[in-house]
């Protein structure tokens, strides 16, 4: 039984997690782009930097996890604060404001393009980085990986599949409102999730 609410719990988190990765990916592009009329060119060179940004962020915030050291363990505090964090820095990118000038379009689309890639990494990096400490057997832990991946596998289908008809629907046409609108929901999911592996998932003691 508690290899299955684990199982499960860990899944759930993965599913708010990806959900919110994926609205990201998916449709960050065409909404800056399309929606609001921002530069393509800037656009396709700030996702190239945010590349490069990561490859930089990513190896430090694995040294801030293995040194860190909580009541609630070392990969939670994280989990919790990157969701909440993250969560604030996709609902900017989501309402970037349309009554200013280019250049200051282009320094708010910046500055909250890479704190949301540091966001990310910041609940995304202990989130995977817990599964060893959930289980100290080999063979549990490949039963538990299936678990995220196909819950992940499922927000990306999810949003994918449905996302431009949610903000349709959530938009009554005005496709800016609908971005906004679903960029909420996905934030409401993505927190749920995460409190759901926060308060379910245990690690081994």
Same mark, same amino acid.
């Given at each position: 039984?508690? !290899?299955?609410?684990?199982?499960?719990?860990?899944?759930?988190?993965?599913?708010?997690?990806?959900?919110?990765?994926?609205?990201?990916?998916?449709?960050?592009?065409?909404?800056?782009?399309?929606?609001?009329?921002?530069?393509?060119?800037?656009?396709?060179?700030?996702?190239?930097?945010?590349?490069?940004?990561?490859?930089?962020?990513?190896?430090?915030?694995?040294?801030?996890?293995? !040194?860190?050291?909580?009541?609630?363990?070392?990969?939670?505090?994280?989990?919790?604060?990157?969701?909440?964090?993250?969560?604030?820095?996709?609902?900017?990118?989501?309402?970037?404001?349309? !009554?200013?000038?280019?250049?200051?379009?282009?320094?708010?689309?910046?500055?909250?393009?890479?704190?949301?890639?540091?966001?990310?990494?910041?609940?995304?990096?202990?989130?995977?980085?817990?599964?060893?400490?959930?289980?100290?057997?080999?063979?549990?832990?490949?039963?538990?990986?299936?678990?995220?991946?196909?819950?992940?596998?499922?927000?990306?289908?999810?949003?994918?599949?449905?996302?431009?008809?949610?903000?349709?629907?959530?938009?009554?046409? !005005?496709?800016?409102?609908?971005?906004?609108?679903?960029?909420?929901?996905?934030?409401?999911?993505?927190?749920?999730?995460?409190?759901?592996?926060?308060?379910?998932?245990?690690?081994?003691?």
């Amino acid at each position: 039984m508690r !290899n299955a609410k684990l199982k499960i719990s860990y899944g759930l988190g993965a599913y708010g997690k990806d959900a919110g990765c994926a609205i990201v990916y998916i449709f960050l592009m065409y909404y800056l782009t399309d929606v609001i009329g921002v530069n393509v060119a800037f656009v396709g060179i700030l996702f190239v930097v945010a590349r490069l940004w990561d490859a930089i962020v990513d190896p430090l915030m694995g040294i801030l996890v293995d !040194n860190t050291s909580s009541r609630w363990g070392k990969f939670k505090p994280w989990i919790i604060a990157g969701t909440i964090l993250n969560i604030l820095v996709v609902l900017a990118l989501f309402n970037t404001p349309t !009554n200013v000038s280019e250049i200051w379009q282009f320094v708010y689309i910046t500055i909250f393009y890479l704190l949301w890639c540091m966001t990310y990494t910041m609940m995304d990096v202990p989130f995977w980085s817990m599964l060893p400490a959930l289980s100290s057997d080999k063979q549990e832990r490949e039963e538990i990986v299936p678990f995220p991946r196909i819950f992940a596998s499922l927000a990306w289908l999810s949003l994918g599949s449905f996302g431009l008809y949610a903000v349709s629907h959530f938009g009554g046409g !005005n496709e800016e409102l609908g971005f906004s609108r679903l960029a909420l929901v996905v934030s409401v999911f993505f927190m749920l999730s995460s409190l759901i592996t926060v308060f379910f998932v245990k690690e081994k003691q």
